[in-house]
């Protein structure tokens, strides 16, 4: 307290006398309230840690007031405090060679700054041309011994610590230089004071105007503060932030702008208060006493209450920009939310307004209802959207937001389209199941029509083909058939009749449905494409055709009982006609196997049957009129008859072949028995061995019944090279289908004639071997 009262000329409050900590404590909160009042800011110093011995605190409060009165009050071109101590030592050592103050740590370190500034104001203290940059010790040391003796400026620093740090201490080289400028500023002050003793008057007419001007600046700078504080008590909240950021740039022009100034005047008013004092102490005149309400203590405290104003303003402009940050990005969201939404509502109450329902198909009703479940799901996923912009437009009114009207208007917007959006989405649901209902139940309908439809328009399909069909029989049974199932089939038009009622029924009652509940059909029955018309028409045909078949019938039928006698006639002749051929057949081939008379009674009795067969001739002609009129009426078959026309020709014609070539056999034989010399006991015993080996009595030998006769015969057909090639030519004669009885003959005798040749040709040659 004793060094605050020295350093700043001003009485401090009485302290307290006692010994004990309280008293400590309350003695140091004195100083720093006295500290406080001057305008300096002490952070996180307090009297228990100073009381306490804090060595840190300690320090740092002594710097605080050093800063505060040492240093605080000088003042170059306009500039305080750091800046003017360093531009007032710039300017000092401006001509020294090797000097560049441009901080207060590493610039000082060679130690030639302290010389030059002692050499500027003292110069016959010091003889600064024998001083070397590379000897920052010796320079050093130089320069506090000198200020020490001579200046009477304490050895504040050490040299070895300067040189030996990187950087020194900015705090401690800015007191020590201050303690120059304090010095040389004083002693240059005492020696103009002395030298202008002459000018008293003047001297006294410049303090009155010092008086004059500390007062006019007191005043205009506490009507300054008083102008301002109301400024910046002013809590009016603003709308928007725009007018907020105004503000807050209005409070940075006053901080950047119109403070400064008032800070320069303020500490201009108190070096100028401390000068002035010091000057009528200096000329043993009473201290000066400005006006009530303008001491120093009292701008001191205005000015106080002025950043205490500021303080508050600027963090009620920082909260209410928060606050209208908040405000204004709740505003954001809800009208990105809002947008959102209702470009997804967009269009969806027209959709869900639609009637696209009414000319679907059940298939298409299906899938719209997926569809619709979808969007259901979809409505449901956006009902959080809606409450959180619900919640924020709750929000933005309890925090006041300056367009809250609008913002309840569109909530309200969304809140009432959201309710009709859930109307019409439950609407269209109802009306979407309610026509699938009808159209499942048509569509059931649609399938019983098609299930029954189907099988009754084959069946009249079928009925229309057999009805028209034409029918080829060829007896009266055929055709009684047919009659018969024709009439089976009429009995079935009743029931057909009501099946067609019932198919007709089914839909009529899809009719009804559409009638009654207004279904706007999309198509026909999908199950089938058979309609009613069809089947109508169909049904006539139907009808119609019955008694066109009813005629075609009778008409057949009539016909098949005209054929019925043409094969009665037909038959009764042909089987006695046919009877007839076999049995003169079978007298004929008697005739040639039997041996009974000469060759000649036989042929005279062929003649005798060949002149009967050609007299039964008419006969024959008769039934080819018969069977003539049975290919007109395209008759095929005959039950009455095993025998046809066909066979009955060729019948007549073997009859008529057998007996001419049995006649021409006979007439061989003859001639054959005349020219050959073959007595009529060799032609019986041939006859024999023929008719022996004849079982069958088919008028020919086959090839082993051949070998077997030949061999009864004494001939060796194993051996004789002879027999062998006469029985090859023989086959070959025959066309390989047997052995007549004519060829056995003709065979005999080749044999005979080849026997002949074969003694001739002996002859022949014994005759040539004796001429020989």
Not at 337 to 361: F, N, P, R, V
Request: proline share 3%; glycine share 4%; charged share 25%.
């Amino acid at each position: 307290m004793l060094l605050l009262e020295v350093i700043s000329g001003e009485r401090l409050a009485k302290p307290e006398r006692g010994k004990m900590r309280v008293h400590k404590i309350s003695n140091v909160n004195k100083a720093l309230d006295f500290i406080a009042s001057k305008g300096v800011k002490l952070v996180s110093i307090g009297a228990e840690e100073i009381v306490d011995g804090n060595a840190k605190m300690t320090l740092g409060m002594i710097w605080t007031i050093i800063l505060r009165f040492a240093i605080q009050d000088i003042s170059v071109e306009e500039t305080s405090a750091k800046e003017g101590l360093l531009l007032w030592c710039q300017r000092k050592t401006a001509p020294y060679k090797n000097v560049n103050i441009q901080n207060f740590h590493i610039s000082w370190k060679d130690g030639l700054g302290f010389c030059a500034l002692i050499h500027r104001h003292r110069p016959e203290l010091i003889d600064y041309g024998k001083l070397r940059k590379d000897d920052p010790l010796t320079n050093l040391n130089t320069a506090f011994d000198v200020a020490e003796r001579y200046l009477d400026i304490p050895k504040m620093l050490d040299a070895e610590d300067i040189v030996g740090t990187a950087r020194p201490d900015e705090k401690a080289i800015m007191t020590y230089v201050s303690s120059f400028y304090h010095a040389f500023s004083g002693a240059q002050k005492a020696e103009t004071a002395a030298n202008r003793i002459c000018k008293v008057l003047a001297v006294n007419q410049e303090n009155e105007q010092l008086m004059e001007d500390y007062e006019k600046l007191a005043s205009d700078l506490l009507e300054w503060i008083r102008r301002t504080i109301p400024w910046l008590e002013n809590r009016a909240p603003e709308n928007t932030m725009q007018a907020m950021q105004q503000k807050l740039e209005d409070f940075r022009d006053y901080r950047r702008l119109h403070k400064p100034p008032k800070v320069q005047e303020k500490c201009q008013l108190e070096i100028n208060f401390n000068t002035l004092q010091t000057k009528l102490r200096l000329s043993n005149r009473p201290a000066f006493m400005p006006s009530e309400g303008k001491m120093v203590s009292d701008i001191n405290n205005a000015w106080g209450c002025l950043e205490q104003a500021e303080k508050g303003y600027e963090e009620w402009l920082l909260n209410e920009i928060r606050r209208l940050e908040r405000l204004d990005h709740l505003a954001e969201k809800f009208r990105q939310k809002a947008c959102i939404h209702e470009s997804w509502t967009d269009g969806k109450e027209a959709m869900l307004q639609q009637k696209d329902y009414e000319t679907a198909t059940l298939s298409e009703i299906k899938a719209l209802l997926k569809k619709h479940e979808a969007f259901e799901s979809d409505l449901a996923a956006h009902q959080d959207r809606v409450e959180q912009i619900a919640a924020i437009a709750q929000e933005l009114n309890e925090l006041d937001y300056y367009d809250s009207p609008s913002v309840n208007a569109r909530c309200q917007k969304i809140c009432d389209q959201w309710d009709n959006l859930g109307a019409l989405t439950q609407k269209r649901r109802e009306a979407l199941e309610r026509t699938e209902k009808l159209l499942e139940t048509i569509d059931q309908l649609y399938l019983e029509y098609a299930k029954r439809a189907a099988p009754f328009n084959n069946w009249m399909e079928g009925a229309m083909e057999d009805l028209q069909d034409t029918f080829i029989v060829h007896t009266i049974e055929e055709i009684q058939g047919l009659t018969t199932a024709h009439e089976q089939f009429k009995a079935t038009l009743p029931d057909a009749d009501k099946e067609r009622q019932a198919i007709l029924g089914i839909h009529n009652e899809v009719s009804k449905i559409v009638q009654t509940y207004h279904v706007n059909m999309a198509g026909t029955n999908p199950y089938t494409t058979i309609t009613p018309q069809e089947i109508n028409g169909k049904w006539d045909h139907v009808r119609q055709l019955v008694p066109r078949r009813d005629q075609a019938l009778m008409e057949e039928h009539a016909r098949q009982q005209h054929n019925e006698r043409l094969r009665k006639q037909f038959g009764a002749q042909a089987n006695v006609i046919g009877p007839w051929i076999q049995t003169k057949m079978e007298e004929i081939g008697r005739i040639s196997i039997e041996m009974h008379g000469t060759l000649e009674d036989q042929l005279n009795h062929l003649r005798q049957y060949e002149k009967s067969i050609v007299n039964y001739k008419p006969k024959i002609d008769q039934l080819e009129g018969d069977h003539q009129q049975i290919q007109e009426a395209l008759i095929f078959d005959n039950k009455h008859t095993n025998y046809t026309m066909e066979h009955i020709r060729v019948g007549w014609e073997q009859l008529l072949t057998t007996i001419a070539r049995t006649t021409n056999e006979v007439e061989n034989q003859i001639l054959t028995r005349d020219a050959k010399g073959i007595s009529q006991e060799q032609m019986n015993e041939f006859r024999a061995s023929f008719n022996h080996f004849d079982r069958d009595h088919s008028g020919t030998l086959g090839p082993e019944e051949f070998k077997a006769c030949l061999i009864s015969l004494g001939y060796d057909i194993g051996n004789d090279a002879q027999v062998l090639n006469a029985s090859k030519e023989l086959r070959q004669i025959s066309n390989h289908k047997g052995i007549t009885y004519f060829s056995l003959l003709f065979f005999f005798v080749l044999i005979r004639l080849v026997n002949v040749l074969l003694f001739y040709c002996a002859y022949f040659c014994i005759l040539l071997y004796v001429l020989s």
